[in-house]
């Protein structure tokens, strides 16, 4: 706005509604002899709104010591505003994706606990009972790489897998261990 067209203008009239009080609240302790400094929008002769910071001060005074006239500056800070709103939305999304991310942790952590439980159970039974006939170990095997297929370590169970191949990997993976174990 050119300064005459200012002049013309009331007081708050360029004041953003929701902000009009807050305005006022500083022009009034200007009255009442103290400096203040407000944060607020103003219409843009062209651009909608725009944020202002201004300080308000009282300069004159009657003879009585009263205040007559309130002195204001200002100074357009809405790039600063928008800064911290762009700042506040990319930290609100680091916190969302943190969280996330944590849930994901949580879940996976979940997902593979929950068969190797499952294939440690089994090899440890196998380990403790090495009498066990054919048959039941090759049960425990089976069940043990059964819960691992679709508990989620593989997801589901991979073209060309083969139960007795992996029984009989297992098998000779628990051999070789007990051999080494026993002597």
Known sequence: YAPMQLLELRPFELVHPDDLEAVRGSHRAALGGESHRVEYRSRHREAGYVWLETTHRATLQTSD???????????????RINAERALSASEQRYRELYKAQQRFVSD???????????????????????DLAGEEQTQIL????????????????PSGFQTSTALNWCRSSLAASWATQIG
């Open 108 to 130: 996976a952590s979940h997902e593979l606990r929950a068969p190797l439980t499952s294939i440690t159970g089994g090899l440890q039974l196998l380990e403790r009972y090495p």
């Open 65 to 79: 010591g009263s205040e007559l006239e309130v002195q204001s500056s200002s100074h357009d800070i809405t790039g």
């Open 142 to 157: 089976r069940e043990s790489l059964i819960c691992t297929c679709f508990c989620g370590v593989l997801g589901r169970q």
